[in-house]
């Protein structure tokens, strides 16, 4: 009898949520999310003086492409090697993590990314257990079926992304990019999304934020990093207001690669597209893997564009530069199966996963392979400028890449098995401690940063 009396208030419970949820979608809510806002400066901020760039002999940059829990994992594994990667300068004892002053994200690595530009070394302890381990994918879908969410979905302006943010939010403490900056020692910040509309990569950096005339400082962490996740179809594009003539313009960096780049040109078409807000008042921004997984493409074309690397460091006091380190980090997964191991047609399923990971894997190995080309490029130009008189780049200074990729592990039968891990929020807890020893794993095999850290070594002594 006990049991029936639950059975039947459990129904009627059923029945009033149901009714309360109805009651709630009869009507479609006017719930607006968070807009970015126009970019103000004010007298004082206007009269100020530059500040002087700190000197930093070891330049690091730091990649991390998409690929849900999956790269976000992997990702920390390479951040922990960093750590463990310490060197002598003149003046004191670092690690190449502490020498860090870009780090970007795409989709999962953005997650990741974003963590440690806001909490530092507490990231390598506490992002295991605070997104990692935590039931984050099962709570969002929980969360779509809460009437107080059903009645924000029926808003014109509120999609699913708005719930990822908020749960992001929670993440990151409510943290803007602001927030992040002023950490001490915190490395700038580059969050890759794709504009919908143009499919080129849009970054949450200072420089993309000038061209729409808004502030980035009050954008807070968490909706750049959903932005940046929005996968298409399973969750909804989100938007930023452009307002461009519409607020006092900052300095936008001048391309000076020449008439003749293709990449020069498409950068500035993108430039001048964004500049014009009258035909486009507001930009709808979709998953960053959609165009450049790696994360890489709009930076090594904006450096390109500005003629020189000597240009892209302009700030920095003549001589201080060392060496230059770039690290990209591939999460990406493998196909669940090979559709071309049998003749018959390919279902629905297996094409969106051949068009998605297949196509990805090819998209980033063209990114790597235009970072080659600009590799060789650098060092040429290198080679010729270090040491000249104004040159930021000392006597001996170098430049190296260091790719990293889950492929690069061993173990057959760790690799197989990390590479078919799903590209998810939430990844069982084995695959989470075994993608992190990976990549440490891979960091320390890694032909180029065994070659690094010989370099590092000698770096103890002034430069020549």
């Not at 059923?14 to 709630?24: C, D, I, N, T, W």
């Not at 564009?305 to 770039?326: E, K, T, W």
């Amino acid at each position: 009898m006990g049991r029936l009396m639950k059975k039947g208030l459990l129904r009627a419970n059923l029945a009033l949520l149901l009714l309360a949820a109805g009651f709630l979608l009869s009507a479609c809510s006017s719930y607006r999310p968070w807009i970015n806002q126009p970019r103000a400066v004010s007298a004082q901020e206007a009269a100020a003086a530059p500040q002087a760039s700190p000197v930093r002999p070891v330049v690091v940059a730091v990649a991390l492409s998409g690929g849900g829990a999956r790269a976000a994992a992997f990702g920390l594994g390479v951040l922990k090697g960093l750590k463990a990667a310490e060197f002598e300068l003149p003046d004191r004892r670092t690690n190449l993590l502490d020498e860090v002053s870009l780090i970007s994200g795409v989709s999962g690595g953005s997650i990741l990314a974003a963590h440690f530009a806001a909490f530092g070394d507490e990231c390598l302890e506490r992002f295991e257990s605070d997104f990692l381990l935590a039931p984050f994918e099962g709570r969002l879908l929980r969360e779509l079926l809460w009437p107080e969410r059903l009645y924000q979905l029926s808003s014109p302006w509120y999609g699913r992304t708005q719930i990822l943010a908020e749960r992001l939010d929670e993440l990151y403490r409510g943290m803007s990019f602001a927030d992040a900056r002023r950490r001490p020692g915190a490395p700038e910040l580059m969050i890759t999304a794709t504009d919908l509309t143009t499919g080129a990569p849009f970054d949450f950096t200072a420089e993309q934020f000038e061209l729409i005339c808004s502030d980035l400082d009050n954008t807070p962490l968490s909706f750049a990093v959903a932005a940046s996740s929005a996968v298409p179809l399973l969750l909804s594009p989100v938007t930023v207001r452009n307002y461009a003539g519409h607020c006092p313009l900052g300095p936008v960096r001048t391309l000076q690669d020449g008439e003749h780049s293709y990449r020069t040109q498409l950068l500035k078409r993108s430039v001048e597209g964004y500049r014009n807000a009258a035909e486009r008042p507001f930009v709808h921004l979709v998953d960053g893997g959609v165009t450049d997984n790696l994360g890489v493409r709009l930076m090594l074309d904006r450096l390109v564009a500005s003629g020189s690397m000597h240009a892209n460091f302009a700030d920095a006091p003549p001589g201080s530069i060392r060496q230059l380190v770039l690290v990209t980090v591939n999460s990406e997964r493998a196909l669940a199966e090979r559709i071309d191991s049998s003749d018959r047609v390919p279902t629905t399923g297996q094409v969106l996963e051949s068009l998605i990971f297949g196509a990805g894997a090819r998209d980033s190995q063209v990114t790597l392979g235009i970072l080659s080309d600009d590799l060789l490029r650098w060092r040429q130009e290198l080679a010729r400028t270090r040491g000249q008189p104004g040159s930021p780049f000392a006597a001996d200074a170098q430049l190296h890449v260091v790719n990293l990729s889950l492929h690069d592990e061993r173990d057959d039968r760790i690799r197989d098995r990390l590479l078919r891990v799903p590209t998810a929020f939430t990844i069982e807890a084995q695959d989470v401690r075994e993608l992190q020893t990976a990549g440490t794993r891979a960091l320390h095999s890694a032909e180029s940063f065994l070659q690094l850290q010989h370099v590092l070594a000698r770096l103890r002594e002034p430069p020549p």
